[in-house]
């Protein structure tokens, strides 16, 4: 099993994970059951190729990955919860070993056919299931409470159905479509799913990696600037609505900012600020209060618990709003410590060191999810953090090997 466990092999699985969310979504059924079953095998192929194949690691990664999972296992005694949520994060991030070791004389051991074949069902069964909804041709009722949103695709959330296709986006850039399709396949998928966090985590991610005192950098913040003003005007005409968002969220911000304290934002209720913007799309003023509360509990928790953390999926029990965190990076912080947290940073450090330096592009593909983490919870979205750590792990490679 080991020795099959190649690129093809690791698609074949990923691309049947796909299909089953697509049919549960099609048929309106539920097949959890059924993909935490896949998951699982997926999660143990991946750990026996990691068991045998650790020599030819990156040690300071591995040593790193390491000292993050026997945290994790603290976290988990400490706290007696959290172990699902550990071995789903756990079995993911090994995706980037499978990744980083896929180089045969150095040049990657994936075939651009089987490249073409796989994307096809990748994006074309949640593009096809995207569509029905827009059709109004599927009800979806597969998924109970107030998470599952219409026009997701195979997901329950627009967020995480815009992170899946942001994280396939370095299959696009194997199969060497050209860099301006790319990008703006980037812009069309965020302003598709309507999700104000994406537009600005891509466009931040866009200006911190390309920004150089250099004219030609000038030249792409300036296009930048260009293409969300001519958004913007056409939000004017036919009231596009992620441009709206954006508006609301910087008049929400300067209102705020302008005739309030920090303390004095806090203790504001969701209806006084819905008054005062004259707008119901308050999901910004949410986030910034859930925020200060989560952070206010892990400042006064025990510790013990500020460096080994509360336990995996625990924010939600400590919130004023019992929600999950919104916030993958204060998740991190908060649920598994600040041990925990510096590692994984310093992981994320080590590895976009190599890539941007390298590749800016393909950078871009894996820096706009992690800004994305700041305002969402996309880390147990199973597939699409699988394909952020595989293709990260293979760019890592390549940068490394200097591979083309």
């Known amino acids: 099993m080991i020795i099959t466990y190649n690129n093809n092999y690791v698609l074949n699985l990923l691309c049947s994970y796909v299909l089953l969310l697509a049919l549960g979504k099609t048929l309106s059924i539920d097949i959890s059951l059924i993909t935490y079953i896949l998951a699982l095998f997926i999660i143990t192929i991946n750990s026996a190729f990691f068991t045998f194949k650790y020599k030819y690691f990156d040690r300071n990664i591995y040593l790193i990955f390491i000292s993050m999972v026997l945290i994790m296992i603290v976290n988990i005694i400490i706290n007696n919860t959290g172990a699902v949520d550990a071995i789903k994060i756990i079995g993911t991030q090994m995706f980037f ?16 056919k089987v490249v073409i074949n796989k994307l096809l069902i990748l994006m074309g069964f949640p593009i096809t299931v995207l569509v029905l909804q827009i059709l109004n041709i599927i009800h979806d009722q597969s998924s109970e409470g107030p998470l599952n949103e219409p026009m997701s695709s195979i997901f329950v959330n627009k967020n995480n159905a815009v992170v899946y296709f942001i994280t396939l986006s370095p299959l696009l850039y194997f199969l060497k479509f050209n860099k301006k399709i790319i990008i703006l396949y980037l812009i069309l998928i965020v302003i598709l799913f309507k999700t104000l966090g994406a537009v600005s985590a891509l466009f931040l991610a866009w200006c911190l990696i390309y920004f150089r005192p250099t ?11 260009i293409v969300i003003s001519f958004f913007a005007f056409l ?120 890539i941007v330096k390298r590749d800016r592009l393909a950078a871009l593909f894996f820096f706009t999810v992690l800004i994305y983490f700041i305002s969402e919870n996309i880390m147990g979205n199973f597939i699409a953090m699988s394909f952020f750590y ?12 200097g591979v083309h």
């Not at 119901?280 to 200060?292: E, G, V």
Request: proline share 1%; with cysteine; net charge positive.
């Open 235 to 354: 939000s004017a005409k036919i009231e596009l609505p992620i441009v709206e968002r954006l508006i609301n969220a910087y008049t929400l911000c300067e209102q705020l900012l302008d005739n309030y304290s920090f303390y004095q934002i806090s203790e504001m209720s969701f209806g006084d600020v819905a008054l005062m913007t004259g707008s119901a799309d308050i999901s910004l003023f949410f986030r910034i209060i859930h925020w200060i509360d989560i952070f206010t509990y892990y400042c006064n928790a025990p510790l013990y618990n500020e460096i080994f953390g509360i336990g995996l999926g625990n924010i939600q029990n400590i919130t004023k709003l019992n929600l999950v965190a919104h916030n993958d990076w204060l998740k991190i912080l908060v649920e598994l410590g600040l041990f925990y947290f510096i590692l994984f940073f310093t992981f994320i450090v080590l590895v976009f060191k190599k």
């Open 215 to 225: 004219l030609k950098s000038f030249i792409y913040i300036i296009f930048m600037v």
């Open 390 to 401: 595989y293709f990260l792990g293979i760019n890592y490679a390549k940068s490394k090997n």
């Open 97 to 112: 070993f499978v990744g980083s070791t896929f180089l045969i004389q150095n040049k990657l051991a994936l075939k651009r």
